[in-house]
Nanobody
Framework: QVQLVESGGGLVQAGGSLRLSCAAS????????MGWFRQAPGKEREFVAT????????NYAVSVKGRFTISRDNAKNTVYLQMNSLKPEDTAVYYC????????????????WGEGTQVTVSS
């Protein structure tokens, strides 16, 4: 089992930045694809970003490409999401996810989820 705990969410003004962290425990995530998803009120959970086991490959939703950066530190068993130029439409609960594969997360139903962290962007 892999437990995922997100942190770093909060309230920020439009144009600001936040850095989310996802700390994993239970198993090393060095052989897991990792990712971030988000869910806004009244909407379905959607993909944000994913990173391969080595960090060599990444993929982003079109809506965040160029503004968000996903990274990982396998030695710390932690994944990050740096969010810049935030917009009110980025407001959502952000979830960390892990998938038992070496490539990228390619499913909306990964093996493990965190509990989420709230990000609110004011206009």
């Amino acid at each position: 089992q892999v437990q995922l705990v997100e942190s770093g969410g909060g309230l920020v003004q439009a144009g600001g930045s936040l850095r989310l962290s996802c700390a994993a425990s239970g198993r090393t995530i060095s052989t897991y694809a990792m990712g971030w998803f988000r869910q806004a009120p009244g909407k379905e959970r959607e993909f944000v970003a994913t990173i391969s086991w080595s960090g060599g490959s990444t993929n982003y939703a079109v809506s965040v490409k160029g503004r968000f950066t996903i990274s990982r530190d396998n030695a710390k068993n932690t994944v990050y999401l740096q969010m810049n130029s935030l917009k009110p439409e980025d407001t959502a609960v952000y979830y960390c996810a892990a998938e038992r594969r070496l490539g990228l997360i390619t499913t909306t139903h990964p093996d493990y989820w965190g509990e989420g962290t709230q990000v609110t962007v004011s206009s």
